[in-house]
C-alpha cells in the first residue's frame, strides 16, 4: 500500500510539475557567466536550496508558515542550467498554488533568492517574471549644471578683470 | 600718410601658432577620416597631396602676403589692390558672419558634453527607464544610448525643420557660455591675452597623442587601421575623389574668409610669410593625417567591440533556446554548432532563424560616418566602453572646445579687424563696444540653433552658407593678384618684404592652376546643385530611432539662396557702386 500511495504521489507530481504546465515558471541560471573561476556546479544541494528559497519567499508573502521544502517540485532540469518548478497547495492536495500568487511571492523576495545564489535579476532569470529596474542614482542637484556654474564664474570673472585693466590703461 | 601704431604680434611663433589654432579645426578631425575611408583608404592621400601642392600652398602664400603688404584688413587691402575690388573684403567679412553665427554652436555642444562627463556612469551609457520602471524609454531602445543622448537629450530635436519648438535653456546656457570664452580669448581686442592661441593650438596635438596611444592599444584597433590604410586605388578614377580633395584642402585651410589676411595684416612687413605658408598647410595636412590614424584605431575599436557584442547576442540566444551547457558555445565553434543545430533540430532552428543576425565585423566598420555624427555620437560610443571613461571624456570634449574656439577666434578677427580699420565706425565707437556688439548680436542670432529644430538650420548654414561663396571669393583674389594688381608688382612686393622673388613654381600656380581648380570645383559645386534637383535633408524620426530624408520647405530654399546669395552678390555690387561713384566725381568735377 505504501508503494502504491508513493507511485501515485509520483505520478501526480509529475503530472503537476511539466514545461508550460499550469502555474508552472521556468527558471534559467547563469552561473559560470556571472561567477567565471569561482562558479559552483549545480546538484541536488542548489536544488534543494532552491526549493527552500521559494518556500521562504511564499512564506513571507502569505503570512501563513504552512508551505513546506515538500511543496515545492522542480522537474526538466538542463545543462544549461534552467528548469521548470510549481509550487502546491498545502491545505489541498495536489493542485497548484496559483501564477500571480507565485509572481508575486518570488518579486517581493527577489533580492534575497539572488543573494543566496550569488547571482542578479540577470543571470537568475525567472522567465515571465519581469524585474523592476533599479533606476540610475540622481543627485539632487545636476551635476553638469554645477561644472557650468564654475567655469561660467571664472570667465565672468577674467572678463571683468580685463574690461577694468583697460579702462585703468587708458586713464594713464 | 599718418600711420597709427598697429597692434603687432609679439614674434613670429605667435602668428604661426595663430594660424595654426585657426586652420586645424574640426574639419580634420571629423571630415578628412570620412573622406579617406570612403575615397580609397591609404590612396587618398595621392589626390590630397597633389591638391595641397596644387591649391593649398599657393592660395595660402597669397593671402598671406596680401594681408602682409597690406597691412590692413579684407576690405581695406582688396580696396588698396584695386578700388573696384572693396566688394570681395565685403563678401569675405559677411561670409564670416554667417560662419560665426553657427560655428559657436558647436562649441555650446562640446562644453554640454563636457559638463556631463563629471558623472559615473556617463549619462550616455545607459538609457533612461520609462515611467512605470519595466523597461527602457521606448525611443532609446529602438536606437542607441548614445544616439538617444544626442538627439534626444542634447538637441530634443523634433521631427522636422517646419516644427520648430521652443528655445532650449540648457543649450542657450552653453551659447552664451560659449561666446563669453570667444569674447574672453579674442587676442587683439583685450590687453593681455595674444598667449592664448599657444594654449589652443598646442593642447589639441596634446589630446590625440593620448588618444593615440590609448587607441592603439585598445582591443581591435588594428582592425580598424587595417581597413583605413589598405589603399583601394580604383577610386582613384572616381572624379570625386579628386574633387573631395580639392574642397578638402580648400576648406581646411580657411581661406578666403578674410581671417588669414587679418592675422598677417598685424605681421612685421618684413616677416618671412612664405616659409609660414609652407609650415601652416604642412602641419594642417599631417594633423588631419594623425587625427584619422586615432579616429580608425577608435573606429576598430567600436566595431570590433559591437561585432562580439552581436556573437555573444547569437551564443545567448542559441544557449537559451536548446539549453545547452553554459561555455559550449564560442566564437569560434559557432558556426559548426549552428550547422549541428540546424541538422539535430531542424524544426525550432527554422523559427529562431530569423533573429540570428549574421555578425559581420565588415558591415560594423563600413558605417562611415562625418560631421557632428562622428564626434559626438560614434566618438562618445567608443569612449563609454573605454577603462576611466570621464578621464577620455574631458579630454576628448577639451580637444573639441580647444579646435573650435581657435577657428572662432580666427573667425572674429576676420569681423573685427576690416572693422576696426575701417574709419567710418571705428571713430565713432571704441573697439571694445564693436567687439562686444558683434559677439552679442551673433549670440542672439545663435538662439535659433538651439532651438527644436535648430540642427536642421545648422545643416543648411553648415552645408551651404560658405561652400560657393568662398570658391567665389578665392578666385576673384587669385584672378585679382594676378591679373588686375599684376603679378610682377606682386613680386617686387614680396622682394621687399622677404627679400626675395617667388620662384616659378608659385607664380605658376597661382596665375593658371589654381584659378583653374577653383573654377572646376565652382563647376562641380554648380551642376551638382542643378542635377539633383531638389534639396533634402536627413530629419530624425523618433518613433522609428532613425534618420529619414526630407524636403527642404520652400522658406528653407529661399533662405539658402539668401545665404549665397548675400555674400556673393557683394563682389559685383561693390565694383558697380565704385563705378557708379567714379562717374558721379568725374561729371561733378567740371562743375566746381
Given at each position: 500500500v505504501l508503494l502504491l500511495t508513493l507511485s501515485v504521489v509520483a505520478i501526480a507530481h509529475a503530472e503537476l510539475c511539466k514545461p508550460d504546465a499550469q502555474n508552472a515558471f521556468k527558471v534559467r541560471l547563469s552561473i559560470k557567466t556571472a561567477l567565471g573561476d569561482n562558479a559552483y556546479a549545480w546538484d541536488a544541494n542548489e536544488e534543494y536550496l532552491f526549493k527552500a528559497m521559494v518556500a521562504f519567499a511564499m512564506r513571507r508573502y502569505t503570512s501563513r508558515s504552512t508551505t513546506q521544502i515538500s511543496n515545492v517540485l522542480l522537474c526538466n532540469v538542463t545543462d544549461r542550467v534552467s528548469f521548470w518548478f510549481v509550487v502546491t497547495d498545502p491545505s489541498k492536495n495536489v493542485t497548484t498554488v496559483p501564477g500571480s500568487k507565485v509572481e508575486a511571492a518570488i518579486r517581493m523576495n527577489r533580492n534575497r533568492i539572488n543573494n543566496a545564489f550569488l547571482l542578479s535579476d540577470k543571470t537568475l532569470q525567472f522567465l515571465k517574471i519581469t524585474s523592476t529596474l533599479s533606476p540610475p542614482v540622481e543627485p539632487s542637484t545636476p551635476v553638469w549644471l554645477i561644472v557650468f556654474g564654475v567655469v561660467l564664474c571664472l570667465i565672468v570673472a577674467g572678463i571683468a578683470f580685463l574690461v577694468v585693466a583697460g579702462i585703468q590703461q587708458r586713464k594713464k | 600718410?599718418?600711420?597709427?601704431?598697429?597692434?603687432?604680434?609679439?614674434?613670429?611663433?605667435?602668428?604661426?601658432?595663430?594660424?595654426?589654432?585657426?586652420?586645424?579645426?574640426?574639419?580634420?578631425?571629423?571630415?578628412?577620416?570620412?573622406?579617406?575611408?570612403?575615397?580609397?583608404?591609404?590612396?587618398?592621400?595621392?589626390?590630397?597631396?597633389?591638391?595641397?601642392?596644387?591649391?593649398?600652398?599657393?592660395?595660402?602664400?597669397?593671402?598671406?602676403?596680401?594681408?602682409?603688404?597690406?597691412?590692413?584688413?579684407?576690405?581695406?587691402?582688396?580696396?588698396?589692390?584695386?578700388?573696384?575690388?572693396?566688394?570681395?573684403?565685403?563678401?569675405?567679412?559677411?561670409?564670416?558672419?554667417?560662419?560665426?553665427?553657427?560655428?559657436?554652436?558647436?562649441?555650446?555642444?562640446?562644453?554640454?558634453?563636457?559638463?556631463?562627463?563629471?558623472?559615473?556612469?556617463?549619462?550616455?551609457?545607459?538609457?533612461?527607464?520609462?515611467?512605470?520602471?519595466?523597461?527602457y524609454e521606448e525611443e532609446c531602445e529602438k536606437t542607441s544610448s548614445t544616439q538617444y543622448f544626442w538627439y534626444r537629450e542634447t538637441l530634443n530635436i523634433s521631427p522636422s525643420l517646419e516644427a520648430s519648438g521652443s528655445v532650449q535653456w540648457e543649450q542657450a546656457l552653453c551659447l552664451m557660455l560659449a561666446w563669453e570664452v570667444v569674447v574672453f580669448c579674442e587676442p587683439r581686442f583685450f590687453p593681455s591675452f595674444p598667449q592664448v592661441v599657444y594654449v589652443t593650438a598646442s593642447l589639441p596635438y596634446c589630446v590625440l597623442i593620448i588618444y593615440l596611444i590609448r587607441g592603439l592599444t585598445l582591443h581591435g584597433a588594428v582592425n580598424g587601421l587595417v581597413y583605413m590604410f589598405t589603399p583601394k586605388l580604383e577610386q582613384l578614377s572616381n572624379p570625386k575623389t579628386w574633387i573631395s580633395a580639392a574642397t578638402q584642402i580648400f576648406f581646411s585651410l580657411g581661406l578666403g574668409f578674410g581671417s588669414l589676411i587679418a592675422f598677417a595684416s598685424y605681421n612685421e612687413p618684413s616677416n618671412n610669410c612664405e616659409r609660414h605658408a609652407v609650415i601652416v598647410s604642412l602641419i594642417n595636412s599631417a594633423t588631419s593625417i594623425f587625427a584619422s590614424i586615432v579616429t580608425f584605431s577608435i573606429y576598430g575599436f567600436k566595431a570590433t567591440f559591437n561585432y562580439e557584442s552581436c556573437i555573444n547576442k547569437v551564443i545567448l540566444l542559441l544557449m537559451n533556446a536548446f539549453d545547452l551547457e553554459e561555455g559550449s558555445l564560442t566564437a569560434d565553434n559557432l558556426s559548426e554548432m549552428k550547422d549541428y543545430l540546424m541538422a539535430t533540430h531542424p524544426q525550432e532552428y527554422a523559427q529562431l532563424s530569423p533573429q540570428l543576425k549574421n555578425c559581420s565585423l565588415e558591415a560594423e566598420l563600413d558605417t562611415a560616418v562625418q560631421g557632428t555624427g562622428l564626434a559626438f555620437i560614434v566618438y562618445s560610443e567608443a569612449i563609454k566602453n573605454m577603462e576611466v571613461p570621464q578621464l577620455y571624456s574631458v579630454l576628448y570634449f577639451v580637444m573639441l572646445l580647444m579646435l573650435g574656439i581657435g577657428s572662432m577666434l580666427g573667425n572674429t578677427a576676420a569681423i573685427l579687424t576690416p572693422l576696426t580699420d575701417s574709419k567710418v565706425i571705428a571713430a565713432r565707437f571704441p573697439k571694445e563696444v564693436i567687439s562686444g556688439a558683434v559677439c552679442f548680436i551673433n549670440c542672439v542670432i545663435g538662439l535659433i540653433f538651439t532651438m527644436e529644430a535648430g540642427n536642421y538650420w545648422f545643416d543648411i548654414f553648415n552645408d551651404y552658407a560658405a561652400t560657393l561663396s568662398l570658391l567665389l571669393i578665392v578666385l576673384v583674389e587669385t584672378i585679382a593678384v594676378c591679373y588686375i594688381y599684376g603679378i610682377r608688382r606682386f613680386e617686387k612686393d614680396l622682394h621687399t618684404m622677404i627679400g626675395r622673388k617667388p620662384n616659378w613654381y608659385w607664380k605658376i600656380m597661382w596665375a593658371f592652376v589654381s584659378p583653374l581648380l577653383i573654377i572646376s570645383l565652382f563647376?562641380?559645386?554648380?551642376?551638382?546643385?542643378?542635377?539633383?534637383?531638389?534639396?533634402?535633408?536627413?530629419?530624425?524620426?523618433?518613433?522609428?530611432?532613425?534618420?529619414?530624408?526630407?524636403?527642404?520647405?520652400?522658406?528653407?530654399?529661399?533662405?539658402?539662396?539668401?545665404?549665397?546669395?548675400?555674400?556673393?552678390?557683394?563682389?559685383?555690387?561693390?565694383?558697380l557702386l565704385t563705378l557708379i561713384r567714379k562717374r558721379l566725381k568725374r561729371e561733378s568735377v567740371p562743375t566746381v
Open positions: - | 600718410a599718418m600711420e597709427k601704431s598697429r597692434p603687432l604680434w609679439d614674434n613670429p611663433l605667435q602668428f604661426v601658432f595663430a594660424c595654426i589654432s585657426y586652420a586645424v579645426g574640426l574639419g580634420n578631425v571629423w571630415r578628412f577620416p570620412y573622406l579617406c575611408q570612403m575615397y580609397g583608404g591609404g590612396g587618398f592621400l595621392i589626390p590630397y597631396f597633389i591638391m595641397l601642392i596644387a591649391e593649398g600652398m599657393p592660395l595660402l602664400y597669397l593671402e598671406l602676403a596680401v594681408g602682409q603688404r597690406m597691412r590692413q584688413g579684407s576690405i581695406g587691402a582688396w580696396k588698396i589692390i584695386s578700388p573696384y575690388l572693396c566688394g570681395v573684403g565685403v563678401a569675405s567679412v559677411v561670409v564670416s558672419f554667417f560662419l560665426s553665427m553657427y560655428y559657436n554652436v558647436i562649441n555650446a555642444w562640446a562644453f554640454w558634453y563636457l559638463f556631463h562627463s563629471f558623472q559615473d556612469p556617463l549619462p550616455w551609457a545607459t538609457c533612461p527607464l520609462n515611467s512605470n520602471r519595466t523597461g563647376i562641380f559645386y554648380l551642376t551638382d546643385y542643378i542635377v539633383t534637383g531638389t534639396l533634402q535633408y536627413q530629419a530624425w524620426d523618433a518613433t522609428q530611432g532613425q534618420l529619414v530624408t526630407r524636403d527642404y520647405p520652400g522658406y528653407a530654399l529661399a533662405v539658402i539662396g539668401l545665404l549665397v546669395a548675400a555674400s556673393t552678390m557683394c563682389i559685383p555690387l561693390g565694383a
